[in-house]
């Protein structure tokens, strides 16, 4: 077969060449598959599979080569587009949207200017310290959208609901504590929670602490009544007295002892009588 039908010509050219070429690659693949393998033709066999590979390699050096060839042209192309086109664009569009920011960031810097102007007086109506209300606390999302009307009226409704948070600590026990926990959290709710919280914590501490103190009094004080009781005990005992060694008894001589056997009539309580006796005197019977 001969690959050089595959030239680099037009793609459709080319398809049309490999649509007439592919009945006789399919022939040669039928031929090679249909061949009978044994240990007498295995050779064969596997001197065709050889040739089928090293057909498919010569096709597949020349498509290699034709692809490098049709895309050579398309990547020169593309480097001239780069320059001629894409270069251009996206050197404008970075120069624009640098002083598109630039103008934008102003506004937006106005905008924030007028605003904590805005909320700095009204902060000081309401009689709050900056540590009360922080300018940043309110976190008021300025963008070149956000016209300056909707902007104070958020800073205003803020600074209102700080203004009733505090009157309300106020009224509270312990309001210096719940005010500096609300200083931190911005929740009313929560900085009250927190400190009652942190009371009872403290109590039942205490309460802890107070067991165990009286714990440990009783423990001492006990101590010291056994101390005491065993101090008296040794100023008042006697005097010891000796004790003579204990004198080692002489065993008497062992006597014959004697079995004889008799009947005895009585009544019941005369029989126990009797056994009672014969017990308590060390009686051997049966």
Do not use: W
């Amino acid at each position: 077969m001969d690959n050089s039908i595959i030239q680099v010509e037009q793609l459709p050219v080319i398809v049309e060449r490999l649509h007439q070429i592919k009945e006789e690659v399919e022939r040669r693949t039928s031929e090679a598959l249909s061949l009978d393998c044994t240990d007498q033709t295995y050779k064969d066999v596997k001197k065709e599979r050889a040739e089928l590979n090293k057909m498919f390699a010569d096709f597949e050096n020349r498509r290699k080569e034709v692809k490098a060839a049709i895309l050579a042209p398309y990547e020169a192309f593309e480097q001239v587009y780069k320059d001629c086109i894409t270069t251009p664009f996206r050197l404008a569009d970075i120069q624009l949207a640098g002083k598109i920011n630039g103008v934008e960031d102003g506004i937006k810097a106005s905008k924030r200017a007028e605003v904590e102007r805005y909320f700095t007086e009204y902060r000081e109506s309401l009689g709050l310290k900056p540590k009360d209300a922080p300018f940043e606390q309110a976190r008021l999302n300025i963008s070149i959208s956000a016209s300056l009307k909707s902007l104070k009226q958020a800073a205003h409704d803020h600074l209102d609901k700080i203004s009733e948070d505090m009157e309300m600590i106020r009224g509270q026990e312990d309001a210096d504590e719940i005010m500096a926990e609300y200083r931190r959290t911005c929740n009313a709710a929560q900085a009250i929670l927190i400190v009652q919280q942190r009371h009872r914590d403290i109590e039942a501490e205490q309460k802890r602490n107070g067991e165990a103190d009286l714990v440990a009094q009783l423990r001492a004080k006990y101590e010291d009544t056994v101390e005491e009781a065993v101090q008296e005990y040794a100023n008042e005992a006697p005097e010891e007295v000796a004790v003579p060694e204990e004198e080692i008894p002489v065993q008497p001589a062992e006597e014959e002892v004697y079995e004889v056997t008799f009947t005895v009539r009585g009544t019941l309580n005369k029989i126990k009588e009797l056994k009672k006796f014969m017990t308590e005197g060390g009686y051997d019977f049966e």
